[in-house]
């Protein structure tokens, strides 16, 4: 079975850091890009991150500069680091996977499997 494990979300104050992990099983890892998307309180799903097959990564707008994501192939697990956290980054954070070596996609309705998700709360 696929799964995807998202974890390392909490509580941190404006301008903290976090890092959030996704870990997968059950499919060829490089085989596939990985993306992180979020979803705020009464707001859209919307994507954040994404790193392709190779290990390109890709960065939304509001997050690029802040946010780093990264791949571990020998462990199977992706990482998003993020950094001069704001507010506006509060959402529950999720992983999912795509068939797709190089480059990544942004529609949500091309992604496969997803995560359980993990909470991120920016407040003082």
């Known amino acids: 079975d696929v799964q995807l494990q998202a974890s390392g979300g909490g509580l941190v104050q404006p301008g903290g850091s976090l890092r959030l992990s996704c870990v997968a099983s059950?499919?060829?890892?490089?085989?596939?890009?990985i993306g992180w998307f979020r979803q705020a309180p009464g707001k859209e799903r919307e994507g954040v991150s994404c790193v392709s097959g190779i290990g390109d990564t890709y960065y939304a707008d509001s997050v690029s500069g802040r946010f780093t994501m990264s791949k571990d192939s020998a462990k199977s697990t992706v990482y998003l680091q993020m950094s001069s956290l704001k507010p506006e980054d509060t959402a529950v954070y999720y992983c999912?996977?795509?068939?797709?070596?190089?480059?990544?996609?942004?529609?949500?309705?091309?992604?496969?499997?997803w995560g359980q998700g993990t909470q991120v709360t920016v407040s003082s």
């Open positions: 059950g499919f060829i890892f490089d085989d596939y890009s």
């Open positions: 999912a996977n795509t068939a797709r070596v190089y480059g990544c996609h942004w529609f949500e309705g091309l992604y496969e499997d």
